[in-house]
């Protein structure tokens, strides 16, 4: 399967500072990829699509001025937590969007783990 | 709305066969995917179904019945580290997003 990188795998921060979270599609040129949190033993939530070369769109309840997201290339998005607080620690996962053969799959990145003290 | 559904838990023994329902209710359906996570991993490509019927992956085979809106997971011979969450996920098409189900843990026991 294709590889996805995601970094840092885990990061901690006081509050009120922010985090850059990157990932990265190593063997594939991804025009989409997706930002996912999740809590613990829950499904995965997804926060936004990150488009190459556009905004992203954000769900709803989903603040984009607190999660910055930037797709600079075909193989790397980022997400800035801005302005960090206890409740945003979480499991932050990130995927890359594939199609090939007819096939529409996801593959994601090993996820970061953000502790906000 | 759309939504998927799955069983919660699913408890099994080394050896044995379990099946992984899902069922969905989507405004518009491309694929059914499923995916599988480990405690405090990500979660990993298992298969996919775009058309009806069985596709075999080793001990993993998944099943799509687009008419009745279903699919499954199989998994075979199974060992102690298939203990995990699996989760299905329809692409509905017209947007990208895929719409996942809220998982099911499996157990498996010696």
């Known amino acids: 399967g294709a590889v996805v990188s995601q970094h840092p795998s885990r990061v901690i921060c006081k509050s009120g500072t922010s985090v850059k979270i990157e990932c990265r599609s190593l063997d594939f040129q991804a025009t989409t990829m997706f930002w996912y949190r999740q809590f613990p033993k829950k499904s995965l939530m997804l926060m936004a699509t990150s488009n190459e070369g556009s905004k992203a769109t954000y769900e709803q309840g989903v603040e984009k001025d607190k999660f910055l997201i930037n797709h600079a290339s075909l193989t790397l998005s980022t997400l800035t937590v801005t302005s960090a607080h206890p409740e945003d620690s979480s499991f932050y996962i990130c995927?890359?969007?594939?199609?090939?053969?007819?096939?529409?799959?996801?593959?994601f990145g090993p996820g970061t783990r953000l502790l906000v003290l | 709305g759309q939504s998927l559904e799955q069983p919660s838990e699913v408890t099994a023994v080394e050896g044995a066969i379990v099946q992984i329902n899902c069922t969905y209710q989507?405004?518009?359906?491309?694929?059914l995917s499923w995916y599988q996570q480990h405690d405090g991993g990500a979660p990993t490509f298992l298969s996919y179904n775009a058309l009806d019927g069985l596709e075999e992956t080793g001990r993993f085979s998944s099943f799509l019945s687009r008419s009745d809106s279903y699919g499954y997971l199989l998994l075979q011979e199974l060992q102690m580290k298939d203990s995990a969450s699996y989760f299905c996920a329809v692409s509905p098409g017209n947007n990208r997003k895929l719409i996942w189900g809220l998982g099911t843990s499996l157990a498996v026991n010696p």
């Open positions: 989507t405004s518009g359906f491309y694929g």
């Open positions: 995927s890359a969007r594939r199609i090939a053969g007819g096939r529409e799959t996801q593959y």
